[in-house]
DNA sequence: ATAGCTTATATCGGGCCGATAGAGGTTCTT
DNA sequence: AAGAACCTCTATCGGCCCGATATAAGCTAT
């Protein structure tokens, strides 16, 4: 599939015509945030030479006054096209990229501390994301499609929070020994339900390096 | 978080020495894949950035043939603290890219035909990554890193298959005619519109396990 | 023996991000 | 009323990175 922020900008004309700005917002806050990104530095070009292809119209409205005047982007039958014609071609493999679990993968080598702050911020980052998406999902009409996304992201976040969840105390338990010696740490993780606190089994985490 | 194809390099070679084609083996089938990308035309030029700056070194196999030959990289001292650094810093929010996602969104304008294999592709897909990860978790030592790394992706993807699975009953059931349960491929109707909006039913997969 | 896959190097065009800039609006504080 | 801070809206630019391509040889299979 063509995907890139060409065709994402003639998915979102196709629902509605938008400034540059709006796309961005749309981008940023709607449905497809979950699974899509782009900045202006991609869409302006994008629009600029949709419009000189003519896959894009456009309604400039000028104030009068000395400010950049608002440019309303539409689609036209041309743009409704080839929009048809990426949906209807194979979608390439998702790209998922992660610099968290690239931490945790050397979670090892990172000092117990900060860890647990990334972690905690990893954990509230997803249940923030999963708040949007429910409350997105009560303010827009959901037609099938936008219902199927939002149920898969409510799917996944769900999945990856109780994961996390879980995940902690065994985490911190086994980092314990290196963070406290022995001491309580309940000073430092506000959200740990004191799983820290059970008693410290020896491990050998400390590995090379 | 300092993350980039760079720091990536640094933490393969703080695992063991490599080459530029091993390293991208490794991101393409290794732990990395499920996080993380990188092709050759920024993985050479990493590295060549890194010897320059001192955070690797290069141990040169000419085997006297005319075939390029084999510079195996290994991190240096100054390499392992620039990773160090990279590690004790707070990650960047992930990033999500979906065509298929994208394409879901705006189900109702393709092809019910063409959907069909398009999902059961992504699906097959999802199987695909979630074998190649136990398979994965066998042949690896299991360090906590990439024990976390690997529980999570298992856990990810069960999510996404069972309510891939789940949603494609629904789906079907929603068409009636094409197909059912099963699959029917031949199928000429342009566009399904209303037959799919009406029944609006719940998922056991957004729930708990 | 020719085709095709694998190991291994590397470059290049073009897509896209993140930062930046500029101009005016609103809103809240001091 | 002045100022700070943020929002709407335009747009560009440096630099990172992907995907395609080039080169060269070995290995395997038909």
């Known amino acids: 599939m063509v995907m890139n922020v060409r065709t994402l900008c003639l998915g979102i004309l196709s629902l509605r015509e938008a400034t540059g700005y709006e796309i961005k917002k749309m981008v940023e806050k ?15 070009p994008a629009l600029a030479q949709m419009l000189r292809e003519g896959l ?11 400010r950049p005047p608002r440019k309303v982007y539409q689609i036209t039958e041309q743009g409704r096209q080839a929009l048809q014609n990426a949906l ?19 979670m090892e080598r990172i000092d117990p501390a900060h860890l647990a702050v990334i972690y905690d911020a990893y954990l509230e980052e997803q249940e ?5 998406l429910e409350e997105e999902a009560q303010t827009m009409p959901a037609h099938p499609g936008a219902r199927f996304v939002q149920d898969y992201g409510r799917a996944m ?17 086994a980092f314990a020994e290196v963070g406290g010696t022995g001491e309580r740490p309940e000073e430092n993780a506000p959200c740990c339900g004191g799983a820290f ?6 491990s050998s985490v400390n590995g090379e390096d």
């Open 30 to 44: 709607g449905v497809f945030s979950h699974f899509i990104d782009a900045s202006f530095g991609s869409i302006y």
């Open 56 to 66: 894009v119209r456009v309604r400039t409205e000028d104030d009068g006054s000395g």
């Open 88 to 106: 209807n071609t194979d979608p390439a493999p998702d790209k998922f990229k992660s610099e968290f679990l690239f931490q945790m993968l050397f």
């Open 128 to 132: 923030a994301e999963l708040r949007m």
């Open 157 to 173: 976040l769900g999945t990856a929070i109780r994961f996390l969840k879980d995940k902690r105390a065994e985490m911190m338990r």
């Open 197 to 202: 606190s059970s008693s410290a089994e020896k």
